[in-house]
T-cell receptor
Framework: DAGVTQSPTHLIKTRGQQVTLRCSPKSGHDTVSWYQQALGQGPQFIFQYYEEEERQRGNFPDRFSGHQFPNYSSELNVNALLLGDSALYLC?????????????FGPGTRLTVL | KQEVTQIPAALSVPEGENLVLNCSFTDSAIYNLQWFRQDPGKGLTSLLLIQSSQREQTSGRLNASLDKSSGRSTLYIAASQPGDSATYLCAVSNQAGTALIFGKGTTLSVSS
């Protein structure tokens, strides 16, 4: 049973560019959440997708957007990249938008903005 | 606004010691609380999940407690091993049961 997978593993971009990160949830999971983890910090919630809709959003600007596909996989898009967007981006999956189960995290995508 | 604090930020112990990691949160209206482990540059591995109605959970050498009224949780690790070296993160789920709010973590180093 494959767990949560993310691609790519690493990414280097320059300021002002746009980036798309991808996530496939654990088998049987229908909800995907995205988190940003800066160096030395705990992860911060970006948004959650359930039934192909954004269900909740954290304190992130509109430059951060996402999408969920019918197969429950998800994309995170970041426009007009800033140096401060450099971080580890984590995807987590669960069953249902309000889950009593744990969220399962992927290995993350390390984004470096130069 | 919910804030999660973890103390200490770093901890070094010799192998075999029992240890306690602390987590506090400012808003007791949580859905559940989780402890995660993170190895350097890697994703998060869930260790224990405590529902808001529960007081503790145990898994092997790990025991986590929850006191919602005081806004505190502890993670007890028995007979620590070098393989336990990692960053331990505490996270509370908001009342909607959707977003996790994390502390900054405690980095544990266990020497042999």
């Amino acid at each position: 049973d494959a767990g949560v997978t993310q691609s790519p593993t690493h990414l280097i971009k320059t300021r002002g560019q746009q980036v798309t990160l991808r996530c496939s949830p654990k088998s049987g999971h229908d909800t995907v959440s995205w988190y940003q983890q800066a160096l030395g910090q705990g992860p911060q919630f970006i948004f959650q997708y359930y039934e192909e809709e954004e269900r909740q959003r954290g304190n992130f600007p509109d430059r951060f957007s996402g999408h969920q596909f019918p197969n429950y996989s998800s994309e995170l898009n970041v426009n007009a990249l800033l140096l401060g967007d450099s971080a580890l981006y984590l995807c987590a999956s669960s069953r249902g938008s309000r889950s009593t189960d744990t969220q399962y995290f992927g290995p993350g995508t390390r984004l470096t903005v130069l | 606004k919910q804030e999660v604090t973890q103390i200490p930020a770093a901890l070094s112990v010799p192998e075999g010691e029992n240890l306690v990691l602390n987590c506090s949160f400012t808003d007791s209206a949580i859905y559940n609380l989780q402890w995660f482990r993170q190895d350097p540059g890697k994703g998060l591995t869930s260790l224990l999940l405590i529902q808001s109605s529960q007081r503790e959970q145990t898994s092997g050498r790990l025991n986590a407690s929850l006191d919602k009224s005081s806004g505190r949780s502890t993670l007890y690790i028995a007979a620590s091993q070098p393989g336990d070296s990692a960053t331990y993160l505490c996270a509370v789920s908001n009342q909607a049961g959707t977003a996790l709010i994390f502390g900054k973590g405690t980095t544990l180093s266990v020497s042999s």
